[in-house]
């Protein structure tokens, strides 16, 4: 089977499946309200029987939500956009399919048919739809975790982005894509820190891809035109799929909008810094906060107890930091070092293992026998929970330093006291203490650019196997 039809195999799979779920969540919503329809609830009184007042606004519901789903691109599996970006596409799409029904049903003046079938029916069309989309993308996953259709990929250009692409595609196997190597003009020889080996020249393009059988070229610099035009058509003939990274994406804040001008594509550079956001970001924080606060009130009470009875001190520990626009704030954490620890940081200052301007080492004298326990599952984070109530922090955001390190950082490092600090972030879900502070910066100044609340969710959720499997905490 080719692959063309192998891919309109699957897409009628899904369709059909869809259509099955769509009948169900009807189904069941009528059986809900049985009693006030006119015909005893069966499959046949509903979809088959001409005799049912409702069947045709049944079937347009049916035919509608297919279109609109196959529209929003749901009977494909994009590998690399987001499970949340597919359930966003899914709701958008039911909740387009509920209304142009309800429209149809005034315009066709059907009396009687009851209100909350059409809402019963949404939420099981709804959760049918999402349920199935995330088992689909888990199904996937594991898949292409056994090999299947798997791709090779070639990336033009070893700098700083083309590295980046590279450690991204490596964390996400999901994916299916196996980095065999780069294409630069001006790097000759070296692998990269996972052992990546520059393979040849942009000239050497046809060769490589060919022996090294790629399916798909990244291509993260930007030569001149006729390189890239040389590129493209190489790759046409040879059936390879190109995808480029956008120039300048790094410095510029919001998300990407693509759409035409006659027929010629533009890309747009959005600005997603707009009031609006920051304020549902403020509610959003307020209200998780505030029942989270509510639900760990007895793991405060464990831990105040712990800390007392493992060592002398007060049980919390403040530390200045900048917050939003270098607002001086406290936060608060629970102590998990002695309680001269400050007075002894200077004279253990040579002994630092991470760059920049942040101290940390593996094994910290000062460390407190259960700060061992609190720091490895970010326990002593928890009373930052009372920052965000107060508005200092919020629960997504790049992580407040200490005032000392801020000022010894260059300009560059300003571009994080724009937004309100988090408790968690980017490069808590990339690594913790293991990332070295050039990067951890890196990824705090691409959360402001790009930020959306999708965004913070997804790291949210993400924050929860990391801090259980303690990598790179200490």
């Given at each position: 089977m080719?692959?063309?039809l192998?891919?309109?195999a699957?897409?009628?799979a899904y369709?059909f499946i869809?259509?099955f779920f769509?009948?169900?969540?009807?189904?069941?919503?009528s059986?809900?309200?049985?009693?006030?329809?006119?015909y005893?609830?069966?499959?046949?009184?509903l979809f088959?029987?001409?005799?049912?007042?409702f069947?045709?606004?049944?079937?347009?519901?049916?035919?509608?939500?297919?279109?609109?789903?196959?529209s929003y691109?749901?009977?494909?599996?994009?590998?690399?956009?987001?499970?949340?970006i597919?359930?966003?596409?899914?709701i958008?799409s039911?909740?387009?399919?509920i209304?142009?029904t309800?429209?149809?049903i005034?315009l066709?003046k059907?009396?009687?048919?009851p209100?909350s079938?059409?809402?019963?029916?949404?939420f099981?069309?709804?959760?049918?739809?999402?349920?199935?989309?995330?088992?689909?993308?888990?199904?996937v996953?594991w898949?292409?975790g056994?090999g299947?259709?798997?791709?090779?990929?070639l990336?033009?250009g070893a700098g700083?982005?083309?590295?980046?692409?590279?450690?991204e595609?490596?964390?996400?196997?999901?994916?299916?894509?196996k980095?065999?190597?780069?294409?630069?003009d001006?790097k000759?020889?070296?692998?990269?820190?996972?052992?990546?080996q520059?393979l040849?020249?942009?000239?050497?393009f046809?060769?490589?891809?060919?022996?090294?059988?790629v399916?798909?070229?990244?291509?993260?610099i930007h030569h001149d035109?006729?390189?890239?035009?040389q590129?493209?058509?190489?790759?046409?003939e040879?059936?390879i799929?190109v995808?480029?990274?956008?120039?300048?994406f790094?410095?510029?804040?919001?998300?990407f909008c693509?759409?035409?001008i006659?027929?010629?594509?533009?890309?747009?550079?959005c600005?997603a810094?707009s009031?609006?956001k920051?304020?549902?970001?403020?509610?959003f924080?307020?209200f998780?906060t505030?029942?989270g606060?509510i639900?760990?009130?007895?793991?405060f009470?464990v831990?105040?107890?712990?800390i007392k009875?493992?060592?002398p001190?007060?049980v919390f520990?403040?530390?200045?930091?900048?917050?939003r626009k270098?607002?001086?704030?406290?936060?608060y954490?629970?102590?998990?070092?002695v309680c001269?620890?400050?007075k002894?940081?200077?004279q253990m200052?040579?002994?630092?293992?991470?760059?920049?301007p942040?101290?940390?080492?593996?094994?910290?004298?000062?460390?407190?026998?259960?700060?061992k326990?609190l720091?490895?599952?970010s326990l002593?984070?928890l009373?930052?929970?009372f920052?965000?109530?107060?508005g200092?922090?919020?629960?997504?955001g790049?992580?407040p330093?200490?005032?000392?390190?801020?000022?010894?950082q260059?300009?560059?490092q300003?571009?994080?006291?724009?937004?309100?600090?988090?408790?968690?972030?980017?490069w808590?879900?990339r690594?913790?203490?293991d990332l070295?502070?050039?990067r951890?910066?890196?990824?705090?100044?691409?959360?402001?650019n790009?930020?959306?609340?999708?965004?913070?969710?997804n790291?949210?959720?993400?924050?929860i196997?990391?801090?259980?499997k303690?990598?790179?905490a200490?």
């Amino acid at each position: 089977m080719t692959r063309k039809l192998r891919l309109s195999a699957i897409k009628i799979a899904y369709i059909f499946i869809d259509i099955f779920f769509v009948s169900l969540a009807i189904y069941l919503a009528s059986c809900i309200r049985g009693s006030s329809l006119p015909y005893p609830v069966t499959v046949y009184n509903l979809f088959i029987n001409s005799e049912n007042p409702f069947r045709a606004i049944f079937l347009f519901w049916i035919l509608v939500t297919i279109l609109l789903a196959n529209s929003y691109g749901l009977y494909k599996t994009k590998r690399e956009i987001s499970e949340w970006i597919e359930v966003w596409q899914v709701i958008k799409s039911v909740f387009l399919a509920i209304t142009i029904t309800i429209v149809a049903i005034y315009l066709a003046k059907v009396q009687e048919l009851p209100r909350s079938i059409l809402g019963w029916s949404f939420f099981f069309i709804s959760s049918f739809f999402c349920a199935w989309r995330v088992f689909k993308r888990f199904f996937v996953n594991w898949l292409v975790g056994q090999g299947y259709n798997n791709f090779n990929a070639l990336i033009i250009g070893a700098g700083k982005i083309g590295q980046a692409l590279a450690c991204e595609i490596r964390q996400k196997p999901g994916f299916g894509i196996k980095i065999v190597g780069f294409l630069d003009d001006f790097k000759t020889s070296g692998p990269d820190e996972k052992g990546t080996q520059i393979l040849g020249k942009i000239s050497d393009f046809v060769d490589i891809t060919r022996r090294e059988f790629v399916n798909k070229v990244f291509i993260t610099i930007h030569h001149d035109s006729r390189v890239f035009l040389q590129l493209l058509e190489q790759a046409k003939e040879l059936g390879i799929a190109v995808r480029v990274v956008p120039q300048g994406f790094e410095i510029m804040p919001g998300e990407f909008c693509k759409y035409n001008i006659g027929f010629i594509p533009i890309l747009e550079y959005c600005d997603a810094e707009s009031s609006y956001k920051q304020v549902g970001k403020r509610l959003f924080d307020f209200f998780m906060t505030f029942l989270g606060a509510i639900f760990l009130l007895p793991v405060f009470v464990v831990i105040v107890v712990l800390i007392k009875i493992d060592s002398p001190g007060s049980v919390f520990y403040q530390s200045k930091r900048y917050g939003r626009k270098g607002r001086i704030f406290y936060m608060y954490k629970f102590r998990s070092m002695v309680c001269d620890a400050d007075k002894l940081l200077e004279q253990m200052r040579h002994k630092n293992e991470v760059d920049g301007p942040i101290f940390k080492i593996k094994e910290d004298p000062r460390i407190t026998r259960l700060g061992k326990f609190l720091r490895k599952y970010s326990l002593d984070e928890l009373p930052q929970v009372f920052n965000v109530l107060k508005g200092d922090m919020s629960l997504v955001g790049p992580r407040p330093f200490p005032i000392s390190q801020i000022e010894k950082q260059d300009l560059r490092q300003l571009a994080r006291l724009e937004v309100r600090p988090g408790i968690t972030g980017l490069w808590q879900i990339r690594g913790r203490s293991d990332l070295s502070f050039s990067r951890l910066v890196k990824w705090d100044v691409w959360y402001i650019n790009n930020w959306s609340f999708w965004l913070d969710l997804n790291i949210l959720v993400q924050t929860i196997p990391v801090v259980f499997k303690s990598k790179g905490a200490y």
